[in-house]
């Protein structure tokens, strides 16, 4: 009973579905959907309705200080600054931690949404130029309801619209013809999928945007192939110098594949995969994980992940709020039998100092739960990756709109 409950809340923390729609009685007796007011639109006119703008300081304005962590035990320091002058835009959607009471999120944002922020975006802000709006997204609490069998109303079209209405928002008022890239997460992927089908595939402003990183989610491409599934004219990226392009995964521990359960890493429709591409190695193989891991768990969601360990022995103080540990971890993608994902190896070193393994993990009632994988730090894995990525496609979209 547990495993069916936690993989529903896996489907639906993937995708954001709805749960539940508030039913009436009709005048003939039959039972249909009530229809609420249509909710007021926002206005991203307004600052407060951004967790997220360049020249201020908001959730983004955050210590990322890390603690270089080597294999051996030793410990360096490493700073970290924004770009003011960043020549390219970053937008992003981030994935559902809302603990409001209702079925959508308020657009009053909680120390969760200001947290994603922290640990899945602020760090692209020395390559971009930053922007994550605030959006009336499906909440946690929508999610234990429906797990408890007692749905509530929630509405998955109102957090679409909202962060269509922000795109536009942006598009009109702050664009001004730069490159542009997509992020997102989870939930948050899930709703970019739809902005980029519906406002950007195959128009004038695809010419915008210089990638979209849609993480933790299942992209539909036909097997073989690199567009035509969920994109027509959107491709998956091969190289960090490629434009236009997605990057997307759903990792999973290497020895920990995907159940026959997963909602991660398998899609819906005939000869069709889950897209993955290798942030450690776009051009295809294993490749170097470099990643930035809170120093005291990734917190994307309350007590859904084990504890870290002390990070090296005998334990010292970490000061800063994250880790880096070159060396420990290797990625690839994998299709085979149990989907399309990445794989996550984990190389212990047993006669070192530092930790020989990660968390994050989903953790319920101290059972590892193998149908979510890695879903909770799908970003912090990659992070530095995807970071170096931005910014070499940042030059390679200059470079190639300069010859036109």
């Not at 195959?202 to 097997?223: D, E, F, M, N």
């Not at 690199?226 to 027509?232: I, L, R």
């Not at 005939?270 to 917190?299: D, K, V």
């Not at 070192?352 to 319920?364: C, S, T, Y």
Request: net charge neutral; proline share 7%.
């Amino acid at each position: 009973m547990l495993r069916r409950l936690v993989t529903a809340l896996g489907l639906l923390y993937a995708c954001g579905a709805a749960m539940g729609v508030a039913q009436t009685t009709s005048t003939t007796g039959q039972t249909e959907p009530a229809k609420p007011a249509a909710p007021v639109k926002n206005d991203y006119s307004k600052g407060d309705n951004w967790l997220c703008r360049p020249g201020r300081q908001d959730a983004c304005s955050v210590d990322l200080s890390t603690t270089v962590i080597s294999a051996d035990g030793k410990l360096k320091h490493e700073a970290w600054a924004a770009n003011p002058k960043a020549p390219i835009d970053c937008f992003y959607v981030y994935p559902t931690v809302s603990n409001d009471p209702g079925g959508n999120s308020d657009m009053i944002p909680g120390v969760e949404e200001k947290g994603v922020v922290a640990a899945q975006f602020a760090r692209f802000g020395s390559q971009c130029r930053l922007y994550a709006p605030i959006y009336r997204q499906i909440t946690l609490t929508a999610l234990r309801a429906f797990i408890a069998g007692n749905p509530i109303p929630a509405d998955r079209a109102l957090a679409y619209h909202d962060v269509v209405d922000a795109w536009n928002y942006y598009l009109e008022h702050d664009n001004q013809g730069r490159g542009v890239v997509l992020i997102g997460h989870s939930q948050g992927s899930g709703v970019l999928t739809e902005l980029i089908k519906n406002e950007i595939d195959g128009k004038p402003v695809q010419s915008r945007i210089v990638s979209a990183l849609l993480l933790g989610t299942s992209l539909a491409v036909p097997k073989g192939k690199d567009v035509g599934g969920a994109f027509q004219h959107v491709p998956l990226c091969h190289a960090a110098t490629a434009t236009g392009c997605v990057i997307t995964y759903a990792s999973f521990r290497a020895n920990v594949p995907p159940p026959a359960n997963s909602r991660f890493g398998k899609v819906q429709g005939e000869g069709m995969i889950s897209g993955c591409t290798n942030p450690a190695a776009l051009g295809g193989g294993s490749g170097a994980l470099h990643a930035y891991m809170g120093s005291r768990g990734s917190r994307i969601v309350a007590n859904a992940e084990a504890e870290p360990k002390p990070w090296v022995t005998p334990p010292q103080p970490i000061e800063t709020p994250y880790v880096s540990l070159p060396g420990m971890l290797t990625a690839e993608c994998v299709a085979d039998e149990h989907g399309s994902y990445l794989a996550v190896t984990v190389h212990p070193d047993p006669a070192g100092h530092r930790a020989n393994d990660i968390v994050g993990d989903v953790v319920v009632n101290g059972q590892v739960m193998p149908d979510w994988g890695l879903h909770l730090i799908d970003v912090n894995l990659a992070m530095g990756n995807l970071v170096d990525i931005v910014h070499q496609e940042a030059k390679a979209y200059h470079s190639t709109t300069a010859k036109k």
